[in-house]
Structures are given as C-alpha cells and as structure tokens.
DNA sequence: CCCTCAGGGCCAATT
DNA sequence: AATTGGCCCTGAGGG
C-alpha cells in the first residue's frame, strides 16, 4: 500500500502535519482560501501546493537560489519573488516531501487510467518496467532506511529545537553547581511536612465554611458553588503558605515562584477536589477539603455527596478515577496529602521549561519528591495528567483568573470597592466576550503558527480584528455604563476606541509567553477544550504567539527624551497577568473616548484609579516610569495599527 | 453506491 | 520559455 505512506512519515518535528489543522487560510504564504482541505499534510492554497508539487518533483528544492540571505518574506504578493524562501516555508509548515508520489507510486496509483491511456497508445515496454519497478517499491517500503534526507529537510525545526535543548543543558549543569547540598530522603520528607503543618496552623479556615459542609453532607443538598469556592480559596492559600514555609521554594527567584503557583496552585485544588468526590465516607471526604476531621450530631449519618455537574465532563471523571485506581493500588492515604502537595508544587509543565529561570533547582526538588517512597515516583508520573482537565475547570469555574496576586503587594490606593467594581466590570465583560463564537478554522490557524514559531500573516490578523470587534462591544452591556449613558453616546464613543483595544490585546497576547495562557481570556470553555484536545494529540510545546511589527525586543521612542525599554529586560511580574487586571486594562483603552468627555463619570473615575494601579505596581517592580513605557507601546501599537488598516483599504471612504 | 479527500495533470495567462 | 495557479480528473476509503 504505497498510499499508506502519506499517513505514517510524522516525525516528531513535523508537529503541524502531525495535527493535520484545517483551515481556510494558505500556511504558506498566508492568502485566504477557499478550499478546507490539507496538502501535503499542511493547509495551503492551490498555487502553494503546485509550487510545493514541481519543486520536489523535479527535485529543485535544494537548488533555488536567493539573493537576501535566505529570509524573504513569503505572501500572498511576495510568494513568487523568492523560490528559495517560498519552498523552505513550505517545509517549516510541515509540507511533507514525501507524499509528492514519485513515478513509481504515480504509475501504481493511476494504475486504470494509465491503461486507459496506454490502449489508445504505445506503453508497451512501460508495463514491464511498471511491474519490475512496483516489486521495487514494495521491498523498500520493508526498509525503514530513508531517514538521512528527510532529517536534513526538517533541520530548521531540529536546529530550533537543538538550540533549546542545548540552551536547556547548559542551564542545568550550570545551576547543578551552585545547588549544593543533596538531602536524603527522610530529613526531605520532614522539611515537606513541617512545611506542611505549619501552614495548617498559620492558615486556618472559617468555621462558617465548615458549617456549610457540615449541613450540606447532613441534608444531602447538592455543594453550593460560593460554599465550594470559600473552600477552594482557603486552600489555595494553604497551598501559597505551604509554598513559602519549603525553604527550597523560598530560594526560587520571584519568577519561577510566580509561575510555579499560577499553574500548579489549580493541581492541587483539583487534587483535593478529586479526592473529596472519590471517598466513600463523609468524614473522609471533608477531611480532603479541610485538613481537619468535621464532627456531626452524633447518631447522625452524614451522607456521601458527590457532584458530576461540577467536575465538568466524563473526561474528568475518567481521570480522576483513575487517579484513585493509583492511589489504592499503592497504598496511598490522606496521610501523604503534603507530600502529594509537593509534587504539584514543583511539577513542570513541559511548555513552561523555557520560561523558567532555575528549572534544574525545579526539577531536582521535584526528583527528590519523587524519591521519598517507593510509590511517589510511579504516582508522580500519572499525577499531573489525571489531574490537569479538572484543574483546567476548576480554574474556568471558580477562579476568572490566576494565582499570582498572592506574593504581590497592591496599591492601598486601590480601595475593596473599586476591587469589587473591577471583578463585577472586568467578569462581565469576559463573559460577553467569550461568548462570541470562534470559527475552528482560526483556532487551527493561531495553533498552527505557535506550533510552527511563524509570524502571523496579515489576512489572519484582520481576521482576528474582526473577531475581536465583535468581542469589545460586549461593553455595551456593563450596566455600569449603562446606566449613566445613553447608547447613542456609548457607541459614538466606544466604536473609535475599538483599533486601540485591539492593540492591547495584542499587546497582552504577547506578554505572555504560551498559547493557551495568551488566549484563554479570549475563548470559552470548549474552545479551549478544543485546543487543548488538539495540542495533547501529538505536540509537547506551544510556543507563543509571534508578531514580527510589534514584537521587537527595544524601541526608542518620544519627544524630546529618548527612551529605551527593552522587553526582555522588563520581569515579567511587572506587568498583571491576572486576567480581570488585564480586563480593566482593556476597559480603560476601550472608554478612553468616555473619559475624555465625561471626566466626572464613574468609569473615568475607576479608570483613573486603575492607572494608578498599574502604575505603582510597574514602578515598583522596575524602576521605570510607567506613563513612558505606555505611551511608547501605544504609538508602536498605533503605527502598526495605522498599517494594518491602510492594507485593509476600509478608510478608503 | 455515492460522498469526501488528497493526490495528479493540463493549459491559459503571466512573468 | 518557464512559471504560475485555477480547474478538472482519479482512486482510496468510509458510511
Ligand atoms: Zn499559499
Ligand atoms: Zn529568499
């Protein structure tokens, strides 16, 4: 079956073929098309692919010549100009060689109408040749020894990829030199469990809380989401307490502590989240939640509750049960919740190890964890698979937004109303904007391009414009605005703000540095659901999204004074990563119009406040004025904005 | 049996 | 003359 071959070739490089994303623009060169079918394994317009056809089949892949060093832009007016850079996007997209059918495959697939041809014609001596060559084929394809060319094909992915893992080596041989001292396995299980104690004792939980519980497994009423959430948060901040009394965590750099808790703080709520579904007494299942053995009226039998509503989906319940098939079959008990704790605490995501500033310390802590007994490491392995679905519900569910706000000192300017105010704006905003659907085609195409480490061609990002309009007017449902304006007013004023919201969502995609992280303000549940579903298939690593206008590494901009910031040198802690702040940023940029002309109204006001927010905070963390660095990211944004749409020809009146 | 999908070749238009 | 890309043909595979 030669026509089998198109299905296997996927090496692990060749991620996006792997995936097979469709969708209604040409990875190539970018143009939109028409068509939702895959070529060569990747999604390509018709001119692409015929490009991609000849040049393999006349094997001139390698003999194109450039004349700009190999980095021409490749789009829809630019494609023809260079073959070279043409044909190589083709292979970074993931085109595959391989399935262009050679003469022998050719004459094996058009076998009939070849002899159709040949009846009316002299093919004579081809069928002899035709039979000699098919025997040809089917032995080489019990070979497997045709690696060497395809290797060297992919190298622009296998050197992307090389350099990581050198970068990454060098990394941990560096840092396993200043990392001293290794501890054996009891006096480590002792640190973790004085840890672990001590944050019992320094985080204790409302009783009211309790109380709830207690009468919800007595009535056999259903959990009360608000009930739920109080529990969730209180362990959250055992957790954070837990996390700072771990001497090995305290060394960690602000960073790597922020993004250990930001992804992992949501495994261990959904590991105690499990847990109290999983058990089978009441006592038992209270104890997961809070760290305590809950006393009911005597002679009373508390009942068993258990919620599949609030796990989400069969996925989770699968998941989770399989967890507790680990658990029992090695013997593991509430009694090693902190060690289990620790594991959640240290674990890395394999998308995160770039990021990280001292992923050896991580890593090494997270081994010897796993070390302690002789279950941890078996466990350990299965741990943060079974438990990442619900952690990624509970997070949707409970938390609009991150963990981070917990080592970070807030501006007493910003008083617990205006916080409020900002939950109740920025949650509804979201909501409206998650609501908007996103076509599937653009989810592969924003995946495809983070997979690929290609920037964004231009189609797709008035694609995402588009989108993204239709998202901000959820503004007009703030029943703050509403209530002080007119909706006349509201659009007039909104409608010419939406360019610069765009800009910073943009801007706030590329703040961060994973795709799923970048987006899923943006999207709802199953569409992250999607996307998750799609990036488990066959990818270990998204990379974030790129877009070359606006992601340069310094820019000098203003007046009189010349300013230089550079990203890179920017912590990322000085920006909010939290959603809701990102949100009240958004709602400023989007009622920027607003507050101009209405200084006195409520939202001019909280904005205001909010400014001062986000300008203390960055000021603190980096010794830089914030004004500049926002009105140099603006008029960056603005050019770029001001090109996309003079491209776009809508001002053209 | 018909439909979808992803191959191939053809050839008018373009460069 | 060579390249491009829109269009149609082909056969595998699935319901
Ligand atoms: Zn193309
Ligand atoms: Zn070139």
Redesign the pocket.
């Known amino acids: 079956?030669a026509?089998?071959r198109?299905e296997i070739p996927t090496l692990d490089q060749e991620k996006g073929s792997k995936l097979?994303l469709?969708a209604r623009v040409c990875f190539v060169c970018g143009v939109n098309t028409k068509s939702?079918?895959?070529?060569?394994?990747v999604s390509t317009?018709?001119?692409?692919?015929?490009?991609f056809?000849?040049s393999v089949?006349?094997n001139?892949g390698k003999t194109y010549p450039c004349k700009n060093s190999s980095e021409c832009n490749v789009d829809g007016e630019s494609?023809?100009k260079c073959?070279k850079c043409?044909f190589q996007r083709c292979l970074n997209a993931g085109m595959?060689p391989e399935?262009?059918?050679n003469d022998d495959?050719?004459k094996k697939?058009?076998?009939?109408?070849?002899?159709?041809q040949r009846a009316g014609k002299k093919y004579q001596t081809e069928k002899q040749h035709n039979e000699i060559l098919l025997k040809g084929i089917s032995t080489k394809e019990l070979d497997p020894i045709e690696d060497n060319t395809t290797e060297q094909k992919l190298s622009p992915k296998l050197l992307f990829k090389k350099r990581f893992i050198k970068q990454y080596e060098q990394e941990v041989s560096a840092a396993s030199m200043n990392f001293p001292s290794k501890r054996d396995k009891t006096s480590l299980e002792n640190e973790v469990r004085e840890a672990w104690e001590q944050a019992l004792k320094m985080v204790p939980c409302m009783a009211l809380v309790k109380d709830c519980f207690v009468q919800f497994h007595m009535n056999e009423s259903t959990v009360m989401r608000p009930a739920f959430h109080f529990a969730l948060c209180h362990s959250k901040d055992l957790f954070y307490s837990f996390s700072q009394n771990l001497e090995s965590f305290r060394m960690l750099s602000a960073n790597d502590q922020g993004a250990l808790l930001e992804s992992n703080t949501s495994k261990f709520l959904a590991l105690i989240t499990s847990m109290y579904f999983l058990e089978t007494k009441s006592v038992d299942q209270l104890r997961w939640l809070f760290r305590e053995e809950l006393s009911f009226p005597k002679h009373y039998d508390p009942v068993t509750l258990f919620d599949y509503q609030l796990l989400g989906s069969d996925t989770v319940y699968r998941d989770i049960r399989n967890l507790l098939q680990q658990f029992s079959s090695y013997g593991v008990k509430y009694e090693h919740i902190h060690v289990l704790a620790a594991s959640c605490l240290f674990h890395v995501e394999p998308s995160l190890t770039v990021h990280m500033l001292e992923i050896n310390s991580i890593s090494k802590f997270f081994k010897d964890v796993s070390s302690i007994s002789s279950w941890t490491a078996k466990v350990n392995n299965n741990l943060q698979d079974n438990l990442s679905e619900l952690a990624f519900v509970l997070v949707d569910r409970f938390f609009v937004g991150s963990f981070v706000a917990n080592n970070v000192r807030t501006n007493p300017e910003f008083i617990v109303d205006d916080e409020i105010w900002l939950n109740e704006a920025s949650s509804l905003l979201m909501d409206g904007m998650c609501n908007i659907p996103v076509d599937k085609s653009v989810l592969n195409e924003l995946l495809h391009f983070c997979i690929t480490s290609t920037q964004l061609p231009e189609p797709l990002i008035n694609t995402l414009f588009d989108l993204f309009k239709g998202k901000f007017l959820a503004l007009f449902n703030l029943p703050q605005l509403k209530r002080e304006f007119s909706a006349d007013i509201l659009y007039q004023c909104l409608e010419p703000s939406l360019p610069g919201a765009f800009c910073a969502t943009l801007g706030h995609i590329l703040s961060r540095n994973n795709f799923m992280g970048s987006l899923s303000t943006f999207l709802s549940l199953q569409e992250r659901l999607y996307l998750r579903e799609k990036i488990r298939a066959g990818v270990t690593s998204v990379g974030p999204l790129m877009l070359n206008k606006v992601d340069q590494t310094s820019f000098v901009v203003l007046n009189d004074r010349v300013v230089q910031f550079q990203f890179d040198r920017i912590p990322r802690h000085a920006f909010f990563k939290d959603r809701q702040l990102f949100l009240g940023m958004l709602l400023r940029v989007l009622s920027c119009q607003l507050i101009l002309k209405h200084p006195e109204s409520t939202i001019a006001r909280f904005c205001e406040k909010f400014f001062l927010k986000c300008s203390h905070r960055f000021e603190q963390v980096t010794n830089l004025s914030f004004t500049y660095f926002q009105d140099s990211l603006a008029s960056l944004k603005l050019s770029y904005v001001v090109s996309i749409a003079k491209n776009q020809n809508i001002c053209t009146q």
């Open positions: 079956m026509d089998k198109i097979g469709r939702y079918h895959l070529n060569y394994g317009c018709l001119g692409c692919r015929a490009f056809r000849r089949q006349q001139k494609r023809k073959r043409r595959n399935c262009v059918l495959q050719k697939r058009f076998k009939r109408s070849l002899k159709r």
